[in-house]
């Protein structure tokens, strides 16, 4: 329905206009009159018209500031102006406040038919397009948090590539390529200020976790995962602060965590912690989940714990490379040499530009760095742990002169170990996909979807969709229509069954949906291949 608004002083234009309207669009519209500027105003207030007939002309206030005023309170109603006096009299005002046509007394039928479909498909197309808005809106706010929890745990765990992780951060609006991780815990007061009936507080407070996550987003701008068990992680993502800055941006970090723990406590009637980790780069976010929730273990007294104050926070020398570091292990253990070598020389150089004269402490360095190393590959299973498999390693260090030649062995060793992880990583991938092709041959007669093999592997429908697409370059559709197309082509040329039987067999419900499928794969329709006029 739309609603209507005729504003002029003579009677015999509204009743004239009104009849035209019932006449032309008896049950779309919902009309009204009013005869002044005033009544013009106060009706647009609650009637909200989507359309307005005006007469420039009228007691009291004009039609142009009666226009005016009813524009500042919405901005989607249409004015048709119907006025007695020459358009280019108020042309400038009209096209200020977004009049759809300007017609001169007196009006023929057809003008106000003409004219009123017109604003009738304007009308239309702003509320499609704010239906479709909101729709949008709708569909944002049930997938912000899904994404929001997925950026979280690829930040956590590592195990997204760059583009993935760019794609996260633009879905996002994230910029920063720093941050820290709140660990938020909730639950009842206890004894000597511990944390009592977490199991029931979380059970109690699932139900408020909009409003939690609501709360939380009124004091930072983050990102909020899902709860786990009595546990929220946060992530606020941030520039790195400046060696001068920083304290003064963890004090502020602290306030506004209280602030927030205090406002939930009243909101929630429970009882909330906070451990806040120190800022890291995306790539070492993982160190500030681990000292967030290591801080809440410091003093359970406090309600907002940061790292920095536990004394627990690792300190390094002002030029230690702690980035330089971090990348190449980062490396190691993702197999990759080639990015693992460049960090090495990195941290080698760096070694010889400062401590060329301490060769124990460079060795022991070395040392040092491959143990770490190997124990990344026994860690993920790509190594077997030989307890005398290091018995050479201080003798073959302490007799090395030059730090080249202490670089060499350091980067045969790595070598190994990134070549025995890549290694596995291959065999694992090569087994799960290979597991992957036999349980779709065994059931791509069933209605087979992508959540069905994933969950046979135990692996995330994401991560193993990735998986499959890189390993066998189709995508699992794909895959599964080239098996059941193989298998509907072997039906067709050895045996006898109807096309409704191969349809169902194969794993179809709906032989038109089959025979269009097999069209588009194949080339030609099933009843065309089984007579042998296959392309």
């Not at 009842?188 to 407070?205: C, F, H, Q, Y």
């Not at 498999?389 to 003798?395: A, C, E, K, P």
């Not at 072997?490 to 069209?519: A, Q």
């Amino acid at each position: 329905m739309y609603k209507i608004l005729i504003a002029d002083d003579e009677s015999i234009v509204t009743d004239g206009l009104r009849f035209i309207i019932d006449k032309n669009f008896r049950d779309e519209c919902i009309v009204e009159c009013v005869n002044t500027g005033r009544k013009v105003i106060e009706m647009a207030e609650y009637f909200r018209p989507d359309i307005v007939f005006m007469d420039i002309q009228m007691p009291g206030i004009n039609g142009i500031e009666a226009m005016r005023e009813i524009r500042q309170g919405n901005d989607n109603t249409i004015f048709i102006v119907v006025s007695a006096f020459l358009k280019f009299d108020y042309a400038k005002d009209a096209i200020d406040i977004g009049v759809l046509e300007y017609l001169n007394k007196p009006v023929d039928k057809e003008q106000i038919v003409r004219v009123l479909k017109k604003a009738m498909m304007k009308v239309d197309l702003m509320k499609n397009r704010r239906r479709e808005d909101l729709e949008n809106r709708e569909k944002l706010e049930i997938v912000t948090p899904i994404i929001e929890n997925g950026f979280i745990y690829s930040l956590l765990y590592g195990n997204q590539s760059d583009e993935e992780m760019g794609n996260f951060k633009k879905l996002l609006g994230i910029e920063e390529n720093a941050g820290y991780i709140m660990a938020l815990q909730f639950g009842e007061s206890g004894n000597k200020d511990r944390m009592a009936n977490p199991i029931g507080t979380s059970v109690r407070l699932q139900k408020e976790y909009t409003k939690i996550k609501d709360a939380i987003k009124s004091f930072f701008h983050c990102c909020v995962g899902t709860m786990m068990g009595n546990t929220i992680l946060i992530f606020v993502p941030c520039p790195m602060p400046a060696q001068d800055e920083e304290y003064q941006f963890r004090i502020s970090c602290i306030e506004n965590a209280r602030k927030m723990v205090r406002e939930m406590q009243h909101m929630f009637d429970a009882r909330f912690r906070v451990g806040i980790g120190a800022v890291h780069e995306l790539g070492r976010l993982s160190e500030s989940y681990s000292e967030a929730t290591h801080s809440l273990t410091y003093n359970a007294s406090n309600s907002v714990i940061h790292v920095k104050d536990t004394r627990m926070f690792p300190e390094f020398e002002d030029d230690y490379p702690i980035e330089t570091e971090v990348a190449l292990f980062k490396y190691i253990e993702e197999g990759d040499f080639n990015r693992a070598q460049f960090y090495a020389r990195s941290f080698f150089d760096w070694m010889a530009e400062r401590h060329s004269g301490n060769m124990d402490d460079i060795r022991l360095k070395a040392l040092e760095f491959i143990l770490r190393a190997e124990k990344a590959g026994f860690d993920n299973g790509s190594m077997t742990y030989r307890f005398s498999m290091r018995s050479s390693y201080l003798n073959t260090v302490t007799g090395m002169m030059t730090i080249d030649e202490i670089y060499g062995w350091f980067i045969s060793k790595i070598e190994d170990v990134c070549r025995n992880i890549l290694s596995r990583k291959e065999e694992n991938t090569v087994d799960l996909i290979h597991d992957a092709q036999v349980y779709i041959e065994q059931n791509y007669s069933k209605d087979l979807i992508l959540d069905d093999v994933s969950k046979e592997l135990q692996l995330s429908p994401y991560y193993f969709s990735k998986l499959f697409k890189k390993r066998t370059g189709k995508n699992f559709i794909e895959y599964l229509t080239d098996v059941r197309m193989e298998k509907a082509k072997e039906l067709l040329r050895n045996s006898n069954k109807s096309m409704k039987e191969i349809c169902m067999e194969i794993g179809y419900t709906d032989p038109n949906y089959f025979s269009r499928t097999f069209k588009k794969n194949v080339g030609v329709t099933p009843s065309e291949y089984k007579d042998g006029k296959e392309e």
